[in-house]
C-alpha cells in the first residue's frame, strides 16, 4: 500500500484545494463527527485552500429539529470556520433530478419493485451488510403498482483507487454490490447520487472521511465516470469505535461535544489522528498548531479504532494537562 502524499506541503489533489465536512443533522456533533471535520479541514486549509459545509439533509424522516444548529454552534466553538453558506441538500432536488434524468435517458437506470424484506432472504451479502442485488428488474419490474426505486446498473469491471490513507482500494460493484439504489420507494434521492452532484457543484477537489465510507467509493467514482464529474482526491480516517466495535454515535450513545472544553477535544481528536500535540498547549492555540503541523500521511491507515471518550481527563490541578490517551491504539 502507498500514499499519494509523499509531495510536499500539497494538497492531496491538484489545484487549489476546496475540502468539505459533510454531516447529517440527526443529532449533535459527538467526538468521531469531530475527527472527520477537524481531519478535513486541516488538510484543506494546510495549503491555503477552503473549507465547504454541506448539510446531508436529504433524509428527512432521520432529520432530528434544532441539530443544524447544535452542529454549527459546535464547529464554531471547535474554531472550525467553514468558507462561504451553508450547503442543504433538502435544497438542490434539481440537481438531483438532472443527474437521475441523465441516467435515465443514457439507458442506465431502472425502476425495481423488490422489497427490503424479499431482498433480505438473499444469502450474498455485501461487505456493508446489505444484501448484493441479483438484478430481478433489470430487464422489467417483477411487481407492476407497487412503489418502485430506481436502480443504477452496474458492470463487472473492477474500480480501483488510491486512498490518501488506506492505500489502494478495488471493488468489482457487479460481484460485490449489485445494481444500487440511486432513488428510494419513497422518492427521496439515495446518499450515493446525492453526495456525487453536490461534491461536483461545489467543486470539491479533497474528500477526507470517515473510514466507513470507503466502500461507497467506488459507486461514487462509477457515478462520477457515468455523469462526466471529475473525481476528487479521497482519503478515509479511521473510525472512532466503541469497546464493542460499534461507531461512536447517536444509536451508540456517544456524547455531545463539551463545548465548554474544546481544547480537550481537539487534543484528543488528533492524537486519534495520528498527530501528536504537545500536552501544554491546551487551550485554544491547539488549532493553530495543527495548521502548521498537521500531516495526512501520520493518520494510522487502519479502518476503526477503539476510542473511550472518559481518558480525555480535565486538566490537573497544577495546571499542567495530563494525558489524553486512546484507550487501545491497535487495531
Ligand atoms: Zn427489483
Not at 484543506?44 to 432530528?64: F, Q, Y
Not at 422518492?187 to 446525492?194: D, I, K, P, R, V
Not at 470507503?214 to 469497546?243: E, K
Not at 463545548?259 to 492555540?285: S, T, V, W
Amino acid at each position: 500500500m502507498r500514499r499519494l502524499l509523499d509531495a510536499g506541503p500539497q494538497s492531496i489533489g491538484n489545484g487549489p484545494a476546496r475540502g468539505r465536512f459533510a454531516p447529517s443533522p440527526t443529532g449533535p456533533l459527538h467526538f468521531g463527527s469531530l475527527v472527520a471535520a477537524l481531519a478535513s479541514f486541516l488538510e484543506a486549509r494546510r495549503c491555503g485552500g477552503e473549507w465547504l459545509l454541506r448539510i446531508e439533509d436529504l433524509d428527512t424522516p432521520r432529520s432530528v429539529p434544532g441539530a443544524t444548529d447544535a452542529i454549527l454552534r459546535a464547529l464554531d466553538r471547535h474554531g472550525l470556520h467553514w468558507d462561504g453558506p451553508v450547503w442543504y441538500q433538502s435544497q438542490r432536488r434539481e440537481g438531483y433530478e438532472a443527474a437521475l434524468e441523465r441516467l435515465s435517458r443514457a439507458g442506465l437506470a431502472y425502476p425495481c419493485t423488490c422489497t427490503r424484506r424479499e431482498l433480505a432472504t438473499l444469502s450474498i451479502h455485501a461487505s456493508d451488510g446489505g444484501p448484493i442485488y441479483p438484478g430481478h428488474c433489470r430487464d422489467g419490474i417483477r411487481q407492476p403498482g407497487r412503489p418502485a426505486a430506481i436502480r443504477l446498473r452496474v458492470t463487472d469491471t473492477p474500480l480501483a483507487f488510491q486512498d490518501a490513507v488506506q492505500g489502494s482500494y478495488a471493488q468489482d460493484l457487479e460481484r460485490e454490490v449489485g445494481d444500487f439504489v440511486i432513488r428510494r420507494t419513497d422518492g427521496l434521492f439515495a446518499y450515493q447520487l446525492a453526495v456525487v452532484v453536490d461534491d461536483a457543484a461545489q467543486g470539491i477537489t479533497q474528500i477526507v472521511r470517515g473510514g466507513d465510507l470507503l466502500d461507497s467509493t467506488p459507486r461514487q467514482i462509477y457515478l462520477q465516470t457515468l455523469l462526466g464529474l471529475p473525481t476528487p482526491a479521497y482519503a478515509h480516517l479511521p473510525v472512532a469505535v466503541d469497546r464493542r466495535g460499534h461507531k461512536l454515535g447517536k444509536q451508540t450513545g456517544a456524547a455531545p461535544l463539551d463545548l465548554d472544553k474544546p481544547g480537550l477535544a481537539l487534543m484528543a481528536a488528533l492524537r486519534f489522528l495520528g498527530q501528536n500535540p504537545p500536552f501544554e498547549l491546551g487551550g485554544a492555540p491547539i488549532l493553530a498548531w495543527a495548521c502548521t503541523h498537521w500531516r495526512l500521511e501520520r493518520v494510522p491507515p487502519i479502518p476503526a479504532r477503539r476510542w473511550d471518550p472518559r481518558r480525555a481527563r480535565e486538566p490537573a490541578p497544577d495546571g499542567l494537562t495530563q494525558a489524553i490517551e486512546l484507550l487501545d491504539l491497535e487495531r
